[in-house]
T-cell receptor
Framework: DVKVTQSSRYLVKRTGEKVFLECVQD?????MFWYRQDPGLGLRLIYF???????EKGDIPEGYSVSREKKERFSLILESASTNQTSMYLC?????????????FGPGTRLTVT | GENVEQHPSTLSVQEGDSAVIKCTYS??????FPWYKQELGKGPQLIID?????GEKKDQRIAVTLNKTAKHFSLHITETQPEDSAVYFC???????????FGKGTMLLVSP
């Protein structure tokens, strides 16, 4: 089974802190994604990566950056956390986009910024 | 870019009833339409998908229909059970894109 793991289920940080959210997948997938999930707003794409060291902005990249140094690991970075970044963060991965489109999601990290 | 609208936002049914969730999309070139189910405390999981060359697809109690002319697609769940209670997301993908555009989700509550 494909497994996508996220480093923390719950995280509490203070305003202004630098926050790292880590995601690891074990299926050698090319694509990895970071979403944020808020009530009434659904899943919104923050950033995605289609290869090591490659990244593309999604719909809401402001206030976030990402890093992909190894194929299996995709990190989301909040350079200076703010209260409006309190949310559920979901990581996903998928295989060759030309043939297989299914995205596999991790369990999510619920981040609270106080 | 693609825009996906999903209705209703919440749906309550009695066990054994049918449930229908509807989505519309804006980009007529979109050719892949998945449905994801998110149970409490878990990430979304693909339950069924359909490609634009097919009008309907079934998998046991769930089915998806696609109307390309009207640019809408629907999820049908028959004989609902309490374990069907979850948030359901539809999505659309234009050709050549790696990303999915998701609807805002529908919370389905199935009462025993």
């Amino acid at each position: 089974d494909v497994k996508v793991t996220q480093s923390s289920r719950y995280l509490v940080k203070r305003t202004g802190e630098k926050v790292f959210l880590e995601c690891v997948q074990d299926m050698d997938h090319e694509n990895m994604f970071w979403y944020r999930q808020d009530p009434g707003l659904g899943l919104r794409l923050i950033y995605f990566s289609y290869d090591v060291k490659m990244k593309e902005k999604g719909d809401i990249p402001e206030g976030y950056s990402v890093s992909r140094e190894k194929k299996e690991r995709f990190s989301l970075i909040l350079e200076s956390a703010s209260t409006n970044q309190t949310s559920m963060y979901l990581c996903a991965s998928s295989s060759d986009p030309q043939t297989v489109y299914e995205q596999y999601f991790g369990p999510g990290t619920r981040l609270t910024v106080t | 870019g693609e825009n996906v609208e999903q209705h209703p936002s919440t749906l309550s049914v009695q066990e054994g009833d049918s449930a229908v969730i509807k989505c519309t999309y804006s980009d007529s070139a979109s050719n892949y339409f998945p449905w994801y189910k998110q149970e409490l405390g878990k990430g979304p999981q693909l339950i069924i998908d359909i490609r634009s060359n097919v009008g309907e697809k079934k998998d046991q109690r769930i089915a998806v229909t696609l109307n390309k002319t009207a640019k809408h697609f629907s999820l049908h769940i028959t004989e609902t059970q309490p374990e069907d209670s979850a948030v359901y997301f539809c999505a659309a993908k234009p050709p050549g894109y790696s990303t999915l555009t998701f609807g805002k989700g529908t919370m389905l509550l199935v009462s025993p």
